[in-house]
């Protein structure tokens, strides 16, 4: 099978091309200094930029993988969730595309492409899937924190997920409150390497309720009252770099934790993670330093899959299709607010 898949649920703009389990390409447009500008993503500037990048990125996508598009067997994008005016330009750019070569069109969810994306790997990416196994999976990223027991292929369960700021809201917001540029993520993980995590002590936010719900905002306020009363904080380095890894190390044991109690409740013996924090190197050690603890099998994605992809797209899209999943008909729309069941 032969698939091209596209995916516009927020700021990247991206295009891959899928065979038999081996991505050809994946080429991927970010808007991040764009938005860096206005401290976040402004839904209407991420349309415009994928109106002006989708051409040439999926030109990319067919010119690397030398495919024409008459040689397609299908065609996939990102259904929800996601940003509905961004979400809009690659769906239906992916029907027009299937309606003109009159191939099957597919429907995906973001967050589900998630879940399988840690089982992508190598240089070209392929998709082992023949080591899949029963997993509790932790999607991590700016809008979403998740926990997923995937009890076989295509069939999974939501355990628990955000109920206000998710985990990357939570590292962004206060990044921004200790004055760092925007994304602030990837900044605290860099200046937290540097800093003593035991610092400042900040709440831990449902740690012990006896659910895998997540909850960040709490945190978020300690640390805007903490610098409100401590504003001379932020004019030493070495604080500001504390206070990261102090943040940090709050919201990594909170995931960590949780990850690790609902694997051992479910009685699976694996773990897996991705979404854009699951880049965060600290994370991505305490995990590693954990499951190997407790015996568990950790599969992480690779850093280029944790963001926002269409390479994980075109990966489920196709196990989806090789399943008999039902097609998308033409008359689909998007759906922004699409929780994954």
């Given at each position: ?19 038999d ?12 200094k ?24 999926v030109?990319?996508?067919l010119s ?7 040689q ?55 998709a ?10 932790l ?29 990357g ?47 960040f ?83 992480l ?41």
């Amino acid at each position: 099978m032969l698939l091209l898949a596209l995916e516009t649920s927020c700021d990247e703009t991206s295009a891959a091309v899928v065979r038999d389990g081996k991505v050809l390409a994946n080429v991927v447009s970010s808007q991040i200094k764009l938005h860096a500008e206005y401290g976040g993503v402004v839904p209407e500037l991420a349309a415009r930029e994928h109106l002006k990048n989708l051409p040439p990125v999926v030109h990319a996508a067919l010119s690397e993988a030398a495919v024409l598009p008459a040689q397609l067997d299908a065609v996939a994008a990102t259904q929800g969730p996601g940003l509905g005016i961004a979400l809009l330009i690659g769906f239906k750019a992916a029907q027009s595309v299937a309606f003109a070569l009159n191939k099957p069109f597919i429907g995906i969810n973001h967050h589900e492409a998630h879940l399988y994306s840690p089982w992508i790997s190598g240089v070209p990416s392929i998709a082992d899937f023949s080591s899949f196994q029963p997993n509790v999976s932790l999607i991590v990223s700016g809008g979403h924190t998740l926990l997923v027991l995937v009890a076989s292929e295509l069939k999974h369960r939501v355990l628990g997920g955000t109920i206000d700021d998710a985990a990357g809201e939570c590292f962004d917001k206060t990044g921004k409150l200790m004055g760092l540029a925007y994304p602030a993520g990837p900044v605290i993980d860099r200046l937290a390497e540097q800093g003593n995590p035991k610092a400042y002590d900040f709440p831990r936010p449902l740690l012990h309720e006896a659910n895998d719900d997540f909850s960040f905002s709490g945190l978020k306020t300690s640390v805007r009252y903490f610098i409100r009363d401590q504003p001379e904080l932020l004019n030493d380095p070495r604080k500001i770099r504390d206070l990261c890894a102090s943040v940090q190390a709050a919201i990594i044991e909170v995931l960590d934790n949780k990850a690790l109690r609902a694997a051992k409740r479910e009685g699976v013996r694996c773990l897996t993670a991705s979404g854009g924090v699951t880049c965060n190197r600290a994370l991505r050690s305490e995990l590693e330093r954990a499951s190997k603890q407790h015996g568990f099998a950790l599969h992480l994605a690779e850093k280029k899959l944790c963001t926002d992809n269409a390479a994980m797209i075109g990966m489920l899209a196709e196990r989806k299709l090789l399943a008999h999943a039902p097609l998308s008909p033409w008359d689909e729309e998007i759906r922004p607010g699409w929780a994954l069941a």
